[in-house]
């Protein structure tokens, strides 16, 4: 066997709800490579074909990713967690990430 290495992109697109209330959103997630249509969800969910749950969401504005009644500007952060091996991933809204997924393949 060897591993190899599979591209997973995705992106969250934005979010619904009171950003200060963390239980009332729905986020628009984007699976670029598991080609399935974007959907929403809300934390605690699972992102369908993936071990990736919804874990927390800090709500970030502002010039410096700070709070600020001034600036409208959004920089929150959507964490998922891999639900076996714990590591975690921070979508911000509009960039596109790779989270790299290792699979053992017959060796041909």
């Known amino acids: 066997m060897r591993l190899e290495r599979i591209p997973f992109r995705l992106f969250l697109q934005r979010y619904e709800g009171d950003p200060k209330k963390p239980d009332t959103l729905s986020f628009l997630i984007h699976t670029v490579d598991l080609k399935q249509p974007a959907s929403f969800l809300k934390l605690g969910?699972?992102?369908?074909?993936?071990?990736?749950?919804l874990q927390t969401f800090k709500y970030l504005s502002g010039p410096h990713g700070r709070p600020q009644d001034d600036d409208d500007a959004d920089y929150s952060e959507l964490t998922l967690v891999n639900i076996d091996t714990k590591q975690t991933f921070v979508l911000k809204i509009g960039p596109l990430i790779d989270i790299p997924i290792i699979r053992e393949v017959p060796i041909k």
Do not use: P, S
């Open 45 to 53: 969910d699972m992102i369908l074909g993936t071990r990736l749950k």
